[in-house]
């Protein structure tokens, strides 16, 4: 089954019962993973991501140093989701599966650099839709819609500079939609080759008489 990569974008603080959401972000998809968290839960883990360190060590200090005696970790993966609880599989590089909350993944996932993913057959059941509206109103964050892989590699095979219209992506858009239909820029090429072009546009010249 195919794996999809999730973007963490933070711990928000949503109003108006300043209930702790973690968001996880879709990028292909163009949808987020809201993942709720009780207070206690979710303000220990938005202290160890804002850089704060108690005294004395604590179960996130414990987790990852067992998972660093045991070489790091190979593996974050959301493989199950039951009723309003999501199960994750941590696998460190020994092949050892871990059972874990999702707080403590995140956790996890930051310290050691690997993405959490999950199937994208289980994140269609879980992802949901936010218009850019409400994202930028409920969690201040602005995201542009993905590109298409089609549109994206015409965009790079054109480049900037060969912008007919001064938009690069749109002209590969452009392009992209022609392909699909099978038309490409040979096609133009060929029917105004060797044919005379009469242009007879009228212009002004500088003292205002007309020129053909």
């Not at 509206?133 to 549109?151: C, L, R, S």
Request: glycine residues 8%.
């Amino acid at each position: 089954m195919e794996k999809t990569s999730l973007e963490f974008h933070g711990i928000h603080v949503m109003e108006p019962e300043n209930e702790l959401c973690a968001l996880l972000r879709w990028v292909e998809g163009n949808k987020i993973l809201p993942v709720w968290l009780s207070p206690l839960e979710g303000s220990r883990v938005m202290q160890r991501l804002d850089g704060y360190s108690e005294t004395r060590p604590n179960t996130h200090d414990l987790l990852l140093e067992f998972i660093e005696m045991a070489g790091g970790v190979g593996s974050i993966e959301i493989v199950n989701y039951y009723e309003g609880t999501f199960m994750i599989d941590i696998v460190d590089e020994t092949g050892e599966v871990h059972d874990a909350k999702l707080t403590d993944a995140l956790v996890v996932s930051e310290h050691f650099g690997v993405p959490i993913t999950v199937d994208q057959e289980l994140l269609n059941k879980v992802s949901v839709f936010v218009t850019a509206d409400d994202m930028e109103a409920y969690f201040g964050f602005h995201f542009d819609p993905p590109v298409p892989p089609a549109a994206e590699e015409a965009g790079k095979t054109l480049g900037s500079d060969s912008s007919a219209s001064g938009n690069p992506q749109a002209d590969a858009d452009f392009e992209a939609m022609m392909r699909s239909l099978g038309v490409s820029e040979e096609d133009f090429l060929e029917e105004n080759d060797g044919k005379e072009t009469n242009d007879t546009r009228v212009t002004n010249d500088d003292n205002g008489d007309k020129e053909v």
